[in-house]
């Protein structure tokens, strides 16, 4: 166990609805990344937020957006969801962005089918 | 484009044997490198992580860097069945604070 927590752990929407997935840092945790992953593939660099600012983002086009609330969950929100969408969606909790010292523990992930 | 390259496998060991596992990256200015493991179903967790050339060991773990060559290696001894998964290879980029790119992974099989 990370305590790091994602909800829901599965999901099936019709293509062109909209997603919203959530995510529940590790204790003391102010960093929260995102990533998709494909099946067969490692995980995509989505976005990341650090104390409540996206504090870098990937090759992922604007419907793909998300939240830092004050207690450092967070949220990922698609909008006209594609049938490529789906994947398992991970969050991974760090103190800190990314160093040469901090480690990220990821979540249990949600695994997201579009139809 | 940055990338991480990982040979998809499946890497098949004996039992005790040594696994070898191999990742090469593109981005010369990267100067951290993860191994992660994954099983079926669930999500990547942290082996090792390593920074500077030459070897780290962890237990039955041992990650290899030589940044001149762009490569980064992990060797586990001892194999277990329960080692059996997918290996990610990951590395942050230089430039940026937050970013790790992920190879597509190695399959593990260890037989019996």
């Known amino acids: 166990e990370t305590g790091v927590t994602q909800s829901p752990t599965h999901l099936i929407k019709t293509r062109g609805q909209q997603v919203t997935l959530r995510c529940s840092s590790q204790?003391?945790?102010?960093?929260v990344s995102w990533y998709q992953q494909a099946l067969g593939q490692g995980p995509q660099f989505i976005f990341q937020?650090?104390?409540?600012?996206?504090?870098g983002r990937g090759n992922f086009p604007p419907r793909f957006s998300g939240l830092q609330f004050p207690n450092y969950s967070s949220e990922l929100n698609v909008n006209a969801l594609e049938l490529d969408d789906s994947a398992l969606y991970l969050c991974?909790?760090?103190?800190?962005?990314?160093?040469?010292?901090?480690?990220?523990?990821f979540g249990q992930g949600t695994r997201l089918t579009v139809v | 484009q940055k990338e991480v390259e990982q040979n998809s496998g499946p890497l098949s060991v004996p039992e005790g044997a040594i696994a070898s596992l191999n990742c090469t990256y593109s981005?010369?200015?990267?100067?951290?490198f993860f191994w992660y493991r994954q099983y079926s179903g669930k999500s990547p967790e942290l082996i090792m992580f390593?920074?500077?050339?030459g070897d780290k060991e962890d237990g039955r773990f041992t990650a290899q860097l030589n940044k001149a060559s762009q490569y980064v290696s992990l060797l586990i001894r001892d194999s277990q069945p329960s080692d059996s998964a997918t290996y990610l290879c990951?590395?942050?980029?230089?430039?940026?604070?937050?970013?790790?790119?992920f190879g597509s992974g190695t399959r593990l099989s260890i037989r019996p």
């Open positions: 390593i920074y500077s050339n």
């Open positions: 204790s003391g945790h102010n960093t």
């Open positions: 991974a909790s760090s103190q800190g962005p990314l160093s040469q010292d901090t480690e990220a523990f």
């Open positions: 981005d010369r200015g990267s100067q951290s």
């Open positions: 990951a590395v942050k980029e230089d430039s940026s604070a937050s970013k790790i790119i």
């Open positions: 937020y650090y104390r409540e600012e996206e504090n």
